[in-house]
């Protein structure tokens, strides 16, 4: 089940809001035990089997969890354990099947493994990791109770796809916070917003980019277009369901940190990674970079420690050798800027620069396998082999959403801003209405509902 599906947005949403604030679960016991059964009733409904894992994550980490605790005997070792426990779980589902094949091209006599990936289980294990981490630190207490963590791990808004959401963040709501009206009112317009990208802009923009990224005859202008699209489309697919999870946290009284900052404004390589999954990359920060030491070690150090955390974030969005070279990608392009200044030499230029090679490596990321990229390139760089009709009927089609996309990228707050405050409160609640029955209409009508993190 997906946020932007018919059964969720029609029947599991509105069930569990009217179930929450019922009278039959007024106490914070009660609220919480709700939240997880339907949390797990969510996973479970495209996930029957691959539920008891995520239950074996929350009773591990528990465990784990209350051994960390400072002043219990070893805690090291239950963070050691925490860490090889939860990430031994991580390879074998997700990595074991590429490291086989690719042995088996080395003439090795290894196995053949297909082990189909379980929905958001890189998000979960992170935010499993996270909560031992963070307790072992002292930063958050250990839950005592093994429904509270299984709350913060398996909470649906954001159980399959993010944010990554660190405990230190929200351990005091789980049972402390306070249901409000401007909460909720605040978090349904962020609801629908981020409906808004993912059914309108990311699924129509995806039929543009797939056409190009299957095609086999590729010209250099639906090369291009595709290329375009596609980094339009992870973009409103991805900073959607962020809206959307941060929208429905709100609803429930949970307050989760924001995960884009209009990253295609960026300035530079490093200002696009302040501003693009922003829990992803603050949780390599701080559980990575820093503990090896960050930049308070020496150049050749530092490098190792950058190196690192790249390979890491391109491992973890999936077992491909496209998504190493992206990380690799972005790793020579930070270097470029931290130590050649690259960002201040290109002076204005720099934000087109950054643009451009954000693009480019949403190609790689989105390429089958290195072959598929190079050949991407080719047809954009080259002239390639098609003809322009495919183009022309594309664009012909989808130029309105992609200047939408484009617009909804460009800082139209600041014209927003002159509007006096009185008719923005009008045109607010009027354009939210009419946003909501026209992703209505696409949810209802659509049967084409891709959604790219899913596969991490």
């Known amino acids: 089940m997906i946020f932007s599906s018919a ?29 997880l059964l339907v949390s797990l009733f969510f996973y479970a409904w495209g996930e029957p ?22 002043g219990r005997r070893h805690p090291r070792a239950a963070l050691a354990a ?16 590429f490291l086989c094949e690719n042995l088996g091209l080395l003439g090795l006599p290894v196995p053949e493994v297909d082990i189909s990936l379980p929905v ?27 429904l509270d963590v299984g709350l913060y791990i398996a909470f649906f808004p954001q159980l399959i796809a993010g944010p990554i959401v660190r405990y230190e963040t929200v351990a005091r709501e789980i049972h402390h916070r306070r249901e409000c009206w401007a909460d909720f009112s605040g978090g349904v317009p962020r609801f629908i917003a981020g409906l808004g990208k993912k059914a309108i802009l990311a699924n129509t923009l995806a039929i543009a980019a797939d056409a190009a990224f299957r095609s086999e005859s590729l010209s250099a202008p639906m090369a291009w ?37 209009k990253p295609y404004r960026a300035s ?3 200002d696009f990674w302040r501003r693009w999954h922003i829990s992803l990359s603050s ?63 290109l002076g204005i230029w720099s934000r087109p620069w950054t643009l451009l090679w954000v ?59 002159r509007i006096p405050e009185r008719v923005r409160g009008w045109l607010a609640c009027g354009g939210e209405i009419a946003l909501l029955l026209l992703v209505l209409t696409y949810v209802a009508s659509s049967t084409y509902n891709p959604f790219i993190y899913f596969n991490f």
Not at 22 to 30: D, E, K, N, Q, V
Not at 50 to 69: D, H, P, Q
Not at 82 to 97: D, E
Request: with cysteine.
């Open 7 to 35: 059964e969720f947005i029609f029947l599991f949403l509105p069930g569990t809001l009217l179930l929450y604030y019922s009278p039959l679960f007024r106490g914070r016991r009660a609220r919480n035990v709700l939240l």
């Open 49 to 70: 089997v691959r539920v008891l894992l995520l239950l074996g994550s929350i009773v591990f980490n528990w465990l784990l969890g209350r051994w960390a605790e400072p």
């Open 82 to 97: 925490a860490a090889a426990g939860n990430l031994a779980v991580l390879f074998v589902f997700k990595y074991l099947g």
């Open 120 to 146: 958001g289980i890189s998000f979960y294990t992170f935010q499993a990791l996270s909560y031992v981490i963070d307790v072992y630190r002292g930063r958050s207490p250990a839950q005592k109770n093994i």
């Open 225 to 261: 277009l595709g290329a375009v699209s596609y980094a339009l489309q992870i973009y409103f697919d991805f900073s959607g369901y962020s809206d959307m999870a941060i929208g429905m946290g709100r609803m429930f009284g949970f307050h989760f940190l924001e995960n884009f900052d």
């Open 268 to 270: 530079s390589v490093t």
């Open 283 to 345: 949780w390599f920060r701080d559980y990575v970079y820093i503990p090896l030491g960050g930049n308070r070690v020496s150049h050749r150090r530092h490098l190792c420690n950058l190196f690192a955390v790249w390979m890491l974030t391109g491992i973890w969005h999936g077992a491909n050798w496209t998504f190493l070279l992206w990380g690799l990608g972005y790793f020579l392009l930070l270097m470029a800027e931290k130590y050649g200044q690259l960002d201040r030499r």
């Open 359 to 417: 693009l480019l490596l949403w190609v790689v990321f989105r390429a089958d396998s290195l072959g598929h990229a190079g050949r991407y390139f080719s047809a954009m760089f080259t002239g390639g082999r098609g003809n322009c009709d495919d183009f022309l009927y594309y664009f012909g089609n989808l130029k309105a959403y992609l200047g939408i996309a484009v617009a909804c990228c460009l800082p139209v707050e600041r014209a927003w801003e």
